[in-house]
């Protein structure tokens, strides 16, 4: 089974616009992490933002915060105000266990573009 | 500092050659991770060094890749006979986890492997 799922390939967002890529996840393990990256067209992998299994409050890192309802296995990232240098791949990932040596599990991406 | 660097950038190479690539991870950094991303699909996992030791392979698809990390420090992954499902961007990711918590993965820019 999947572990991330983003079910979103594309997005278009207008400028100034908030936007939300989707991310869910899958795992029995009480303990993990969820993280976004993001990977513009150069090609780097930049880490955004993360959010523990035991965090009481959904994470915020400036124009970025992750709405996180465990229930759910979401782990949405909202980015407020878009610029243009947010076009880039988003990629949802997790990491289980208490063991921090654990590898990630990725989604398959969002594209997102930001209208001028 | 330096980030995690990764050489080549890009390699274009025949069905049944050899090729190595390189990273260099974040110096201090113990874990080194080695990821794959064919065109479309999520970025997976192929393996896990500490130091010089291979803490988790499970990810390499089959015998014809090889990583080594000789002395716990730089890190190559070699595909020979390279085939044509070969093809994707290898990421190469380091990181220097805490104890406890997430320690957050480090990634290279990738080496786009096109094998023809």
């Known amino acids: 089974a999947q572990k991330i799922t983003q079910t979103q390939p594309g997005m278009f967002v207008q400028e100034k616009e908030a936007v939300t890529l989707d991310c869910t996840y899958d795992?029995?393990?009480?303990?993990?992490?969820l993280f976004w990256y993001k990977q513009p067209s150069s090609g780097e992998m930049i880490f955004l933002i993360y959010?523990?299994?035991?965090?009481?409050q959904n994470a915020t890192e400036g124009r970025y915060s992750l709405n996180f309802q465990k229930a759910r296995k979401s782990a949405n990232l909202v980015i407020s105000a878009s610029q243009l240098g947010d076009s880039a791949m988003y990629f949802c990932?997790?990491?289980?266990?208490?063991?921090?040596?654990?590898?990630?599990?990725f989604g398959t991406g969002t594209s997102l573009t930001v209208i001028p | 500092e330096a980030g995690v660097t990764q050489f080549p950038s890009h390699s274009v190479i025949e069905k049944g050659q050899t090729v190595t690539l390189r990273c260099d991870p974040i110096?201090?950094?113990?874990?080194l991770y080695w990821y794959r991303r064919v065109m479309g699909k999520e970025i997976k996992f192929l393996l896990h060094?500490?130091?010089?030791?291979?803490?988790?392979e499970s990810g390499m698809p089959n015998n014809r890749f090889l990583a080594e990390r000789t002395g716990g420090t730089y890190s190559t992954l070699k595909v020979q006979p390279a085939e044509l499902e070969d093809s994707g961007v290898y990421f190469c990711?380091?990181?220097?986890?805490?104890?406890?918590?997430?320690?957050?993965?480090?990634f290279g820019p990738g080496t786009r492997l096109t094998v023809l």
């Open positions: 795992t029995s393990d009480p303990s993990y992490g």
């Open positions: 990711a380091s990181s220097q986890d805490p104890p406890t918590g997430f320690g957050e993965q480090f």
């Open positions: 990932a997790m990491r289980e266990g208490v063991y921090t040596g654990n590898q990630f599990y």
């Open positions: 959010q523990g299994s035991y965090d009481q």
């Open positions: 060094f500490v130091k010089e030791s291979k803490q988790d």
């Open positions: 110096s201090g950094h113990d874990n």
